[in-house]
């Protein structure tokens, strides 16, 4: 599964290790992120990640 990177401040979505801290379990690929899902850094949403 690919990284996404935000490209407004950087943060790395790994899949491997989902988002456990705001309900995304290990394993999650970025196209399963529920579409209300942000960034847990800077609150922009998915629209604004692109493959790492």
């Known amino acids: 599964?690919?990284?996404y990177i935000c490209n407004a401040c950087?943060?790395?979505y790994d899949p491997a290790a989902g988002d456990p801290d705001n309900g995304i379990a290990p394993g999650?690929?970025?196209a399963a992120l529920p579409d209300s899902?942000?960034?847990p850094l800077c609150g922009v949403g998915?629209?604004?990640f692109s493959e790492e």
């Open 46 to 48: 998915k629209d604004m």
């Open 10 to 12: 950087g943060y790395i």
């Open 28 to 30: 999650t690929s970025f």
């Open 37 to 39: 899902w942000v960034c």
């Open 1 to 3: 599964m690919e990284k």
